[in-house]
């Protein structure tokens, strides 16, 4: 089956969240992505759960598994020569190199863009990192919850009189990485047009900027106001309780007059609740209202029967929610896919579908190094007692 | 060898509000001939929200911060609901490479515009449709905004207090997540056209986007049977982890220290105060065991200092740690100044507003604003005239039969104001400047 990115070889150098989330669309898309590993310890989210059985093990991480299907995995400790010299061989045979290290790193291996380029001057080189490569913060550290922090959103969340209160995932990392999906494609678009290769440069504060980006300009350069953390309930609504679980209702094109009849509720037809100044001020009592019919409800009844009538309600689903919900499954979002340690593992798909170049996940995440002999030896020509002799030198 | 990744690359936009016009605002950025098409008689909505100064004007769909969006962009009014107007659009297709839209799925079929018919028209035309739950399925009729799409997605579950209900999650994640990846996607489909001639569909559900988030807390349950609910400010294993008020008013920060390695670092920043000796704190699972007696030490701390000097005490010696900012603090923050993460640029209408930057940084493409946001109808003549070779009498005629036009029809009474001092009475607003005019002309003078 064709696949868009059939021709395209990435070498994957990133770890942790962000990077990997980038190159695994990529490689569901049909890219060949070279996973590059550190010998002996691996990825760092091979040691994080959710592991298989609550049992930590470095091949049974379902988060790795996740973010690293459809690769193949090799090692090389990029502190030795040897290993710097091995990948700088790949390179040449590389579309794609995409990184996550703190910004000075890849410099202090050898391995900057200006010596890449040097080697292949068609390499797009990605580089994913929190802060961007320049500016003050450049090598600040970083977690999900900082980077939610100092782009504005955590300030926005959770209740006015509490402390700001964080997502529950990590919103910050994934972000960054469709971020460098999107702008290694535009390289390699470029590319293709008869441009040439460059670096790319993703901040992931930048691609978090977009979803703040619109209240810095429209509540603050627009009006000077600096809104608080119960601004958006008040604006949009709160997750209200149903029999089991909660929902949030919403009118639609019919207004609220469809609202009022759909729900039984003539009440919420007053005229003081008929503007949007109107809403915030009248917030709780409107929320009051509309709980009164919906706790009556079962979640997901009640959001098939309100679409039914043009509503866009929307029901709150838990993890289990979604493998058993039935547009999910229709649409073959949940792949199951067999890995050699773990068994069959289900976990979800891309975030898009192609109709020419459908998306794929047929391959498990790699086992540590496994696919070193096909690519040293098969790609860059070692034979099986060199490798052997690297794997000793804990070059790989 | 063209200057942009995209010149030359024409898109017809019917898209609306944000996921769509942020997805085209990154081609646009990048050279793509971005064609935004409204009808007068149902514009974008978002025209009329946040107006400038809080005021009508003129024109009061020409005020809101939609402007940031819809920069390097052209814009075309079209009734799609006259036959001419489709008629017109079948035209500009037929001299255009992607178009894409992001109405309730049964909207383009109404319309007698969906892919098949497209196709007929322009071979390897590349149509991206942006929906809520995607264009099949049980769910293929059904619409939704932000929030709602985020709840059946599963992340809304993830958010809030441990002791509390789900919550909003308080700016969205749908919509710019989509626009991202539907900006990625089209650039696969345009790099598949090129290398086979090919064209294809591209169907886009925002809350796949959504779920795409949550690949841990969805595996925990695939192989464990767990289900995971909230946890607030709390990390899985990482201790101390959390939000900390710092001096003034609702001013905080988050500190996370990931390892055993980080913790006597931290200790020392603080000032290696007698209780980190502790045996409750002896190691991260203990700390971890012990979090509500460890966050109320660091509060001791942080209590005593600004949330900036947080940060920069604990990042000095590698710490994560951030001030928690809020929207005037994140657009005068240093960084984002001297990243350029927002710039200046003359609006129509409004005068000069900060605009986020390019989306993408591309050494040797670097994109750039090099026009703003056009007004209603500003690109009729260019689209109907220049492009489709419609004489002006026609496009008179048009016009007259309110088929295009320049203004929304009917004409508006105002945009959608609450006032400012409704939403302080409701205690929704951490403050107001009022000197943001100011700040705002300074803002290139003070990077």
Known sequence: MEQALDDVKVLDLTHHVAGPHCTKILAQFGAEVIKVERPGTGDPTRHMGPFLNDIPHPEKSGLFFYLNSDKKGITLNLKHPTGVQLLKELVKQADVLVESFSPRVMSSLGLSYEELEAINPNLIMTSISSFGQTGPYRDYQATNMIMDAINGCLYLRGQADRAPVHVGFSIAEHFGGAAGFSATMMALYGRNRGGKGQHVDVSIMASLLNQTDNVVVGQYCQQGSIPNRSYYTARYGVFLTAKDGHILPRPGPGGWETLAAFLNLPEIEDERFATTAGRFEHAEEINELTASRTREEEKVDLFKRAQEWRLPFGYVATTEDLLKDEQYRSRGYFVTVDHPEMGKVTCPGAPFQMSETPWRTERPAPLLGEHNEEILCGRLGLSKAELTQLNQAGTI | ?447
């Open chain 2, 1 to 447: 060898m063209p200057s942009l990744p995209l010149e030359g690359i024409r898109i017809v936009d019917l898209s609306q509000v944000w996921a769509g016009p942020l997805t085209s605002r990154m081609l646009a950025d990048m050279g793509a001939e971005v064609i935004n098409v409204e009808a007068c008689q149902r514009i974008d909505f978002l025209r009329y929200f946040n107006p400038a100064e809080n005021e009508s004007g003129e024109r009061p769909w020409e005020r809101s911060n939609r402007n940031l969006l819809h920069r390097n962009k052209r814009n075309l009014t079209l009734n799609l609901n006259s036959p001419h107007g489709i008629d017109l659009i079948k035209r500009l297709v037929k001299i255009s490479d992607v178009v894409m839209e992001n109405f309730s799925p049964r909207v383009m079929k109404n319309f007698g515009l969906t892919y098949d018919v497209l196709k007929e028209i322009k071979p390897d035309i590349i149509m991206l449709s942006m929906s809520a739950y995607g264009q099949t399925g049980p769910y293929g009729y059904y619409s939704g905004l932000g929030t709602a799409i985020e709840a059946v997605a599963g992340t809304s579950n993830l958010a809030g207090y441990p002791d509390g209900p789900p919550r909003e999650v308080d700016s969205y994640i749908s919509d710019p997540g989509s626009g991202v990846y539907g900006a990625g996607a089209l650039l696969t489909a345009l790099y598949h056209r090129d290398k086979t001639g090919k064209g294809q569909f591209i169907d886009l559900s925002e809350a796949e986007t959504v779920t795409t988030l949550i690949g841990g807390p969805i595996l925990d349950y695939t192989l464990n049977g767990r289900v995971q609910s909230r946890m607030g400010n709390r990390h899985p294993w990482m201790a101390p982890h959390g939000v900390y008020r710092c001096q003034g008013n609702d001013s905080w920060v988050a500190i996370a220290v990931r390892s055993e390695a980080e913790w006597p670092i931290f200790c020392r920043v603080i000032g290696n105060p007698a209780w980190i000796t502790d045996k409750r704190f002896a190691d991260m699972p203990a700390r971890w065991q012990n979090h509500d007696e460890l966050d109320r030490y660091i509060e001791e701390w942080t209590t005593r200092l600004d949330h900036y000097q947080v940060m920069y005490l604990l990042q000095e010696d590698g710490v994560p740690a951030a001030a928690v900012l809020n929207v005037s603090e994140v657009l005068l923050d240093k960084h984002v100044r001297a990243n350029k993460y927002f710039e200046l640029f003359e609006q129509a209408e409004i005068g000069t507003r900060p605009c986020p930057g390019v989306s993408f940084k591309l050494s040797k493409t670097p994109g750039s604003i090099r026009k703003p946001a056009p007004t209603l109808g500003e690109d009729n003549e260019y689209v109907l005239g220049q492009l489709l070779g419609i004489s002006q009498d026609d496009i008179t005629r048009l016009e007259a039969e309110e088929v295009i036009g320049q203004h929304p029809i009917p004409l508006p009474k105002s945009a959608d104001i609450v006032p400012v001092e409704l939403l302080q009475d409701c205690k929704l607003l951490a403050g107001v400047d009022s000197d943001y005019l100011n700040q705002i002309k300074e803002y290139d003078a003070n990077r």
